[in-house]
């Protein structure tokens, strides 16, 4: 079994990760500039969720991404691949310089992850709605097995809309899955317009709660909030979990933060500068 980080959070231990935040930020945004991939908005408003799970929660061993009792986390809104890059390479599971090979032909990071794409990506997703069902079967299949590692679902608010998951939600609490939990990093936005004005997603911890789920909700740039949720994973509700994790599209800069024109729009280089300013990076 890969052990698991340290459970208790100092106020270095804390500044670190908020370092290590700031750092993939900016990386995110070169990254987009250089290769001119969308959906830079999105992946800034995941960092915090995936930096408090891969260097607090998850029990990994980034030179063993394949030991059958890892944790798994699948970033379902695929399409904010480059955050989940960043944090592998950051994490130890690849170089940093694969990282510039991003959207390039023929690299095994593509603008969506792809499962052999590289190690520590545990889904090919991106056709929104995928993940938790996927989630779903390896977490049942943990316990099919007698294994007891857990899966983590990283779903977008406007992911919610999909049928499919629904379909796991309704399915998950049946077979009393409570190693299987999903935080929705909510943005508040869609592609072209606002998440509750193009279905109503609220209140979308009640939802899940309805649905049979464990839920809470949290500020999803805390980082003490995250870790002190993560941690507690299952959470002795014998229940999946839902966490709610309110977050701001762009987070982190200032000229991009709850821009949903960020969907699409490149940086150019003046203001990568700009964003690497601004995060206290060099």
Not at 39 to 62: E, K, N
């Given at each position: 079994?890969?052990?698991?980080?340290?459970?208790?959070?100092?106020?270095?231990?804390?500044?670190?990760?908020?370092?290590?935040?700031?750092?993939?930020?900016?990386?995110?945004?070169?990254?987009?500039?250089?290769?001119?991939?969308?959906?830079?908005?999105?992946?800034?408003?995941?960092?915090?969720?995936?930096?408090?799970?891969?260097?607090?929660?998850?029990?990994?061993?980034?030179?063993?991404?394949?030991?059958?009792?890892?944790?798994?986390?699948?970033?379902?809104k695929g399409h904010a691949s480059a955050v989940l890059y960043?944090?592998?390479?950051?994490?130890?599971?690849?170089?940093?310089?694969?990282?510039?090979?991003?959207?390039?032909?023929?690299?095994?990071?593509?603008?969506?992850?792809?499962?052999?794409?590289?190690?520590?990506?545990?889904?090919?997703?991106?056709?929104?709605?995928?993940?938790?069902?996927?989630?779903?079967?390896?977490?049942?299949?943990?316990?099919?097995?007698?294994?007891?590692?857990?899966?983590?679902?990283?779903?977008?608010?406007?992911?919610?809309?999909?049928?499919?998951?629904?379909?796991?939600?309704?399915?998950?609490?049946?077979?009393?899955?409570?190693?299987?939990?999903?935080?929705?990093?909510?943005?508040?936005?869609?592609?072209?317009?606002?998440?509750?004005?193009?279905?109503?997603?609220?209140?979308?911890?009640?939802?899940?709660?309805?649905?049979?789920?464990?839920?809470?909700?949290?500020?999803?740039?805390?980082?003490?909030?995250?870790?002190?949720?993560?941690?507690?994973?299952?959470?002795?509700?014998?229940?999946?979990?839902?966490?709610?994790?309110?977050?701001?599209?762009?987070?982190?800069?200032?000229?991009?933060?709850?821009?949903?024109?960020?969907?699409?729009?490149?940086?150019?280089?003046?203001?990568?500068?700009?964003?690497?300013?601004?995060?206290?990076?060099?």
């Amino acid at each position: 079994m890969p052990a698991a980080l340290p459970q208790t959070q100092t106020d270095s231990q804390l500044a670190r990760l908020q370092e290590l935040a700031r750092e993939i930020r900016g990386r995110v945004v070169e990254m987009s500039h250089r290769s001119k991939a969308a959906h830079l908005g999105g992946a800034l408003s995941a960092v915090d969720i995936l930096v408090a799970a891969y260097w607090h929660a998850l029990r990994i061993d980034p030179a063993r991404p394949q030991d059958p009792d890892r944790d798994r986390l699948i970033l379902s809104k695929g399409h904010a691949s480059a955050v989940l890059y960043a944090v592998l390479s950051r994490r130890g599971f690849f170089p940093d310089s694969l990282l510039d090979t991003y959207c390039a032909a023929g690299s095994g990071l593509s603008h969506h992850p792809c499962l052999q794409g590289a190690p520590g990506v545990e889904a090919a997703t991106g056709s929104l709605g995928h993940g938790l069902p996927l989630g779903l079967g390896m977490a049942l299949a943990a316990r099919l097995q007698g294994r007891s590692y857990r899966v983590l679902v990283v779903m977008s608010d406007g992911e919610c809309n999909e049928g499919s998951v629904w379909e796991a939600a309704m399915m998950a609490p049946a077979q009393g899955l409570e190693n299987l939990a999903v935080v929705i990093d909510y943005n508040k936005w869609q592609a072209t317009a606002r998440s509750q004005k193009t279905l109503a997603l609220d209140p979308l911890a009640e939802k899940f709660r309805a649905f049979g789920w464990s839920a809470c909700e949290v500020d999803g740039h805390d980082l003490a909030q995250l870790c002190a949720v993560l941690e507690r994973l299952p959470d002795g509700s014998g229940k999946p979990v839902a966490i709610v994790a309110h977050t701001i599209k762009g987070k982190g800069i200032s000229f991009m933060e709850d821009d949903n024109n960020w969907h699409y729009r490149i940086p150019s280089a003046q203001e990568v500068e700009l964003a690497r300013k601004e995060l206290g990076l060099p």
